[in-house]
């Protein structure tokens, strides 16, 4: 086994993974706080300034949402707080065109981050299991529920950091022929994923390999090993449904999909519906057409729950968990257009179909946006800069085609 080389880029791809939120409140990243280092890191690298196409999308919505009327702190901080995710954007891009140890960096996480799953499971049975797993209302009836999330601020955050990792090594045992490590690396990646319970990250995994599988079926389907690891993948998930109805029929994940069916479950409708309604409304506060602005969403969302949901209670600074919804709050319509106008032209422009991985994280991002996440995450937009980038060439169709030929 050849040695680990470990450099500055290892350590700051730990701290993205695992300790981006260690110790901090609320959404603060270590990453929003190294802004200044990247900003000077990637001037020196490009020798350009790679701020223009920032404030050319951003201030024509900026002015037109001060004339319409902002709260000033959380606007100017919200603006602060979406420049420095862009400038950590603009630095993984560069980043992964530049670093040729992809590959190895990827088995570098998933491994550590087995490890500290194992030790995340001794400390479940400690009193400072809430350090490691995430506790909230998991579903309606099920209250105080843990699932993993390591030292992250949220389970869900948790499995999108991780679903990178698991979508590639996915891709590489259902579609390369050298499948002999398959089945214990299978158990790196689905013990996590599942400790984790996020529905909609383990859902739009799932999604994203229906569609690669649709597009791609006539290719996929004479992989040599591709049935086999499929078969066990799906008959291991069958056993634990099955074990789980017969022997569980309470137990919270069966519950959490009956509710999710039944369209009782306050995460799924909070994350979804609720999320496009109360967006809907904050954005017709200022102005469909443009949004309220950046930071607006805690100042007008506060009246609009009491006004039209009759909501009587104390109400916690209330988000939208959910970033197409978001992004109509903040920027409305336009805005809307002007986000899938974005997505689209770098999904042709980069020609992703043309690539397993690629395409398999670009739906995997696309589906998760309209049930999570946010428009400042670090972590949508790393995976949106992976589905359009030009690495990882030896899942490119082409290259698959030749081998299947040999």
Same mark, same amino acid.
């Given at each position: ?9 290892? $350590?700051?791809? =730990? ?14 990243? +270590? ?7 990247? +900003?000077?890191? %990637? ?8 701020? =223009? ?18 709260? $000033? ?49 001794? @400390?479940?049975?400690? !009193?400072?299991?809430?350090?490691? $797993? ?5 579903? &309606? ?5 843990h699932r993993l999330s390591l030292l992250t601020f949220e ?26 490590? #398959? ?17 909609g990250v383990i859902g739009a995994i799932i999604i994203s390999?229906?569609? %690669? ?18 078969? /066990?993948?799906?008959?291991?998930? #069958? ?40 967006? $809907? ?10 949004? !309220? ?7 007008? #969302? ?13 109400? &916690? ?6 970033? @197409?919804? &978001? ?5 409305? @319509? ?10 689209? +032209? ?13 395409? %398999? ?5 696309? @589906? ?23 690495? /990882? ?14």
């Amino acid at each position: 086994m050849s040695r680990i080389k470990f450099n500055k880029y290892n $350590w700051l791809a =730990y701290l993205y993974f695992f300790f981006n939120n260690a110790g901090l409140a609320g959404g603060l990243l +270590y990453t929003n706080l190294l802004t200044p280092f990247f +900003y000077l890191w %990637l001037l020196a690298k490009r020798k350009q300034p790679v701020l =223009y196409p920032f404030f050319i999308l951003v201030i024509p919505f900026d002015i037109i949402h001060i004339v319409n009327g902002v709260e $000033w702190q959380p606007f100017i901080i919200s603006n602060l707080l979406f420049l420095s995710t862009y400038i950590f954007a603009a630095c993984f891009n560069y980043f992964i065109h530049h670093y040729n140890r992809l590959e190895s960096l990827y088995k570098e996480l998933l491994i550590l981050n087995f490890i500290f799953t194992l030790i995340a499971c001794v @400390v479940y049975f400690t !009193s400072f299991k809430e350090l490691l $797993w995430y506790k909230n209302k998991f579903t &309606e009836s099920v209250d105080g529920f843990h699932r993993l999330s390591l030292l992250t601020f949220e389970a869900a955050y948790y499995a999108q950091i991780f679903a990178p990792v698991a979508l590639y090594y996915f891709v590489k045992i259902f579609l390369q022929n050298n499948t002999k490590p #398959a089945f214990p690396t299978l158990i790196l990646v689905f013990i996590p994923l599942i400790l984790s319970l996020s529905i909609g990250v383990i859902g739009a995994i799932i999604i994203s390999f229906i569609t %690669l599988y649709i597009i791609h079926y006539k290719k996929i389907f004479y992989k040599k090993n591709f049935f086999n690891i499929l078969f /066990f993948s799906l008959a291991l998930f #069958a056993v634990v449904i099955l074990i789980l109805v017969i022997f569980f029929p309470n137990n919270v994940l069966m519950i959490r999909i009956n509710n999710i069916i039944s369209g009782v479950d306050t995460s799924a409708n909070g994350r979804t519906t609720d999320s496009f309604e109360i967006a $809907w409304m904050i954005a017709k506060e200022r102005s469909i057409w443009f949004g !309220s602005g950046l930071g607006q969403i805690k100042v007008l #969302a506060y009246d609009i729950v009491k006004r039209y949901f009759n909501y009587w209670g104390d109400l &916690e600074v209330i988000r939208i968990p959910n970033a @197409v919804a &978001e992004t109509l709050a903040i920027f409305g @319509v336009f805005g809307l257009l002007l986000r899938f106008g974005l997505i689209f +032209y770098f999904f042709f422009k980069t020609k992703v179909l043309q690539n397993y991985y690629r395409t %398999l994280l670009f739906v995997f991002v696309f @589906v998760y946006q309209f049930t999570g996440s946010y428009i400042t995450s670090a972590v949508e937009y790393v995976i949106w800069l992976l589905a359009f980038s030009s690495v /990882f060439k030896q899942f490119d169709v082409k290259q698959k085609e030749s081998e299947l030929m040999l």
